[in-house]
């Protein structure tokens, strides 16, 4: 059996027809206020919801409160803001594709290589999807994330994708070249400033650039294809598909990506396209042999928590939103395709409300109906807030929890790392009180880790210097640093269990007692590191979490 599941798009573009008589109404308005904080970078206030939906204001405060509620959205002053739960839609859809696990560390090694950003995309319509990144960290570099949408005729991918699309297909890109000729539909994208990529260049452009159906057309004969600054000046890229063993179609594409300065798009062709070629012919190998997945445990209790939430909160929770959004948290690793039934179980819905929720969910483009009555998610699951938070770091990550221990006890509160010889600490990220007498934590500051109750707790994983706090979880530095400062602080532990950063609660010795740090402040420090956790293992699961 093929080793990933390919990516199965609808017929038609279901977005642009009405909803079907069974659509779940709260669950398109739920999806759209997601959508319009994605575009909007993850954060926008209730009144710019409210303009950009369309939607009345005591709606949008109703879908925000039960995606607050969801933990899919956090209520910060006048915002709404994503929060990191909300990426379990796209690990879901990641998960159940497969290629970001079996090709990412592929493409991982090729970019170490080559010292280049290296992608993996997928179709989506007429456009691509990255569902890979990996990027090199240097002051000039490529800006895209996991999620991000661009229009198929301005890319290395696009030409190849396109090889196999039907006349339907072309039809339905016509249209949106006509109807969006400077791509406003495409946020990730720069204002489009030269003339059209479908269209010959006027005699001002030198080299005048082949339209799109002639790059297709040469993407058909060479099977590798060439962005030359198509995107933006500077940006330049070559792609080669990376296709399923059975099927010989592209599950994917993978892309080489550098600037200018760096590579033109002739040294890209000679230089780096051969050791592309060599990585992908690794990936395909890869999809050849890999054994079929292991299905997860698909999450449990769903239908019980929504209605539990309803009678807690009344009015203000939309249980139709809340159900029809966990209908996508059914399919993961080896539950790719599923049938009604299945769904239902997964969820603990019933058919009649997870069939209404698949129908939504097909009719926004989220769900593709796939052979044997079976439902398959789409790259635009992605669309639900991912591509804000897929470079996301680890102090950003904790700022809002540092804050809501802080407020809850009064002291100040911060997150540290360990450098990488392990003799100090460096403060990444901190939140502090109103105090008159208090702790100033200056982020990016270092101290000798060893002194520090976050030092030692992150020490302690590696060295048999700090048996008891290994032991115990925590740490305790009374007064060893600065007279009269206490403070207390356990690790956070990334999805391998290994401790990648501390958070710690600082106060005064007249305010606390040691007796008080462990009994008091303990349990609410570990209620956060735990929360914070759970963020970093959705966030981490699919994207790198850098500490800082």
């Known amino acids: 059996m093929p080793a990933a599941d390919p990516v199965l798009d609808t017929d038609v573009d279901t977005t642009e027809a009405g909803p079907p008589g069974e659509a779940v109404g709260p669950l398109i308005r739920g999806v759209g206020v997601l959508r319009r904080l994605t575009e909007a970078g993850g954060t926008l206030g209730p009144s710019a919801l409210e303009r950009t939906t369309g939607l009345a204001r005591s709606t949008v405060d109703r879908i925000t409160a039960t995606l607050a509620r969801m933990g899919y959205v956090r209520l910060d002053g006048r915002d709404v803001v994503l929060t990191p739960r909300v990426m379990e839609l796209g690990n879901s859809y990641l998960a159940a594709l497969r290629l970001p696990v079996l090709l990412g560390a592929r493409a991982d090694a090729l970019a170490d290589e080559l010292d280049e950003s290296v992608s993996l995309a997928v179709a989506d319509l007429d456009g691509i999807r990255f569902i890979h990144q990996a990027t090199r960290r240097r002051a000039l570099s490529v800006s895209f994330r996991i999620g991000d949408l661009l229009p198929a005729e301005r890319t290395g991918p696009g030409p190849l994708f396109a090889t196999e699309w039907t006349e339907r297909d072309w039809a339905r890109w016509r249209d949106r070249r006509s109807a969006d000729p400077h791509d406003t539909a495409f946020p990730a994208l720069p204002p489009r400033q030269a003339p059209p990529a479908d269209t010959p260049s006027p005699p001002s452009f030198s080299p005048p650039f ?143 409300t997870a069939r209404r929720a698949l129908l939504t969910h097909e009719h926004l483009g989220l769900v593709a109906a796939g052979p044997e009555r079976t439902f398959t998610l789409t790259p635009r699951v992605l669309d639900l807030g991912f591509p804000p938070l897929s470079r996301t770091t680890l102090a950003r990550l904790a700022e809002p929890h540092l804050r809501a221990l802080a407020q809850t006890l009064h002291e100040p509160t911060a997150l540290a790392v360990l450098t990488p010889d392990g003799t100090e600490i460096q403060y990444t990220a901190g939140a502090g009180t109103s105090r008159v007498l208090t702790v100033h934590i200056t982020v990016g500051a270092r101290l000798p880790a060893a002194a520090t109750s976050l030092g030692r707790v992150l020490l302690a994983d590696t060295s048999p210097a700090f048996p008891e706090v290994r032991a115990q979880g925590y740490a305790l530095a009374d007064e060893e640093l600065e007279s009269g400062l206490r403070s207390i602080a356990v690790p956070v532990r990334d999805r391998t269990g290994r401790a990648v950063a501390a958070v710690c609660v600082a106060t005064h010795t007249a305010r606390r007692t040691l007796e008080s740090c462990v009994h008091d402040v303990l349990p609410a420090l570990r209620t956060t590191t735990d929360r914070l956790r759970a963020d970093l293992h959705t966030a981490s699961r699919f994207t790198p979490v850098p500490p800082a």
Do not use: N
Request: glycine share 6%; with cysteine.
């Open 210 to 352: 082949p339209s799109f159906p002639e790059r297709v057309e040469r993407a058909r004969e060479d099977g590798w294809a060439l962005d030359d600054q198509l995107i933006e000046p500077g940006l330049v890229a070559v792609s080669v598909p990376v296709r399923d063993p059975y099927t010989g179609r592209p599950v994917c594409v993978a892309s080489v990506v550098s600037h200018t300065s760096r590579h033109s798009a002739a040294d890209l062709r000679t230089s780096l396209l051969p050791r592309l070629h060599t990585a992908v012919a690794a990936m395909e190998s890869d999809l050849r042999t890999a054994p079929a997945p292991e299905p997860g445990p698909p999450p449990s209790g769903l239908a019980a928590w929504t209605t539990a939430s309803k009678h807690q909160l009344g009015r203000d929770f939309v249980e139709s939103l809340a159900r029809g959004l966990t209908v996508l948290t059914a399919f993961g690793a080896g539950r790719s395709a599923l049938p009604l039934t299945e769904v239902a179980r997964a969820t603990g819905l019933s058919r009649a």
